[in-house]
């Protein structure tokens, strides 16, 4: 079965940094582009960073940018969001995608998701 398995998520004081991590099973995840989308309550969701094999500058919403990095590892079939600099505001389920074009995909496009985990970020 294909999945996109995450972990790393967890509960942070303000400041502080987590690294999320997206490892593919059942499929290379390295010709994929890959998104990182995060929800918080009442919100609708949002895609925060991508990366693409055919582009080497990633995208960072103006949210993230200057505190989240976007990484993958082929050789682990696993891709990374490093999240420093962590702030409330952050506090949301984030979810690992990839697809062909998932950098620019709508989210009923994208065909793989991981099953999110939660981000939170108090004092």
């Known amino acids: 079965q294909v999945k996109l398995v995450e972990s790393g998520g967890g509960s942070v004081q303000p400041g502080g940094s987590l690294k999320l991590s997206c490892a593919a099973t059942?499929?290379?995840?390295?010709?994929?582009?890959v998104a990182w989308f995060r929800q918080a309550p009442g919100n609708e969701r949002e895609r925060v960073s991508c990366?693409?094999?055919?582009?080497?500058?990633?995208y960072y919403s103006d949210s993230v940018k200057g505190r989240f990095t976007i990484s993958r590892d082929n050789a682990k079939n696993t891709a990374y969001l490093q999240m420093d600099g962590l702030k409330p505001e952050d506090t949301a389920v984030y979810y690992c995608?990839?697809?062909?074009?998932?950098?620019?995909?709508?989210?009923?496009?994208?065909?793989?998701w991981g099953q999110g985990t939660q981000v939170t970020v108090s004092s």
């Open positions: 059942s499929f290379t995840l390295a010709p994929y582009e």
């Open positions: 995608t990839a697809d062909a074009y998932a950098c620019s995909s709508t989210e009923d496009e994208i065909v793989y």
């Open positions: 990366i693409s094999p055919r582009d080497p500058t990633p």
